[in-house]
């Protein structure tokens, strides 16, 4: 059985194979799918939810979660930055989906009491949550770097079925006719261009 923090876990395996691809010398392709911060609400590590330290056990463990992911980011960035490869690699993150439902929703179709105990909205102003079409359900942040680096930011809409032709784009590779993606490259985005309207 595994032991220990699931997040940690992630990016020991991910550590391990960035040392993998380094010994190898070869490009590597990493997808980090980290599980925070989700229901169940297991408490984090100690460390974790200390750095929180709101007074409020929910909230700590809600946004220690959170903080556990980010130093597992950290970690796998400087991995990376050691590598030599930090320069020469192209990042991606972003999230599957929007705040998930709290206490303070009661009305989305499911059965009563069913509902995630997220401490606290998380959508600003957005209306919705996870499970809804509305912006509160589909809109995530998204950060990129890359070579050369990304230009500015931009609210234009982009969907994850997009990062494989970014990726394939952005790595020379030719998308071959047969292959139907649904998604469509947003590297001229990342490079300050404009992106034509679907």
Not at 86 to 98: A, E, M, R, V, W
Not at 108 to 114: C, I
Not at 149 to 166: F, I, K
Request: aromatic share 10%; charged share 20%; proline share 10%.
């Amino acid at each position: 059985p595994a032991k220990g923090w699931l997040a940690d876990q992630i990016t020991d395996e991910a550590i391990e194979f960035l040392g993998m691809a380094e010994a190898q010398k070869k490009p590597f392709f990493l997808y980090v799918a980290y599980n925070e911060p989700h229901g169940p609400m297991p408490d984090p590590p100690k460390p974790y939810m200390d750095a929180i330290n709101s007074g409020c056990k929910n909230v700590d463990g809600y946004f220690g979660m959170i903080y556990g992911m980010d130093v597992g980011i950290g970690r796998i960035l400087e991995k990376i930055d050691a590598m030599g490869e930090l320069d020469n690699t192209i990042i991606l993150y972003g999230s599957d989906n929007g705040q998930a439902r709290g206490p303070y929703v009661n009305n989305f179709g499911m059965k009563p009491g069913r509902f995630f105990g997220v401490p606290v909205p998380g959508n600003g102003p957005l209306q919705g949550c996870k499970w809804t079409p509305w912006e509160g359900g589909v809109r995530v942040p998204f950060i990129a770097t890359m070579p050369g680096g990304v230009t500015g930011s931009s609210d234009v809409l982009v969907s994850m079925l997009d990062v494989m032709p970014t990726l394939l784009e952005f790595a020379d590779i030719e998308i071959p006719e047969s292959m139907q993606l649904d998604g469509r490259s947003f590297l001229p985005l990342l490079k300050g261009n404009e992106l034509a309207e679907r």
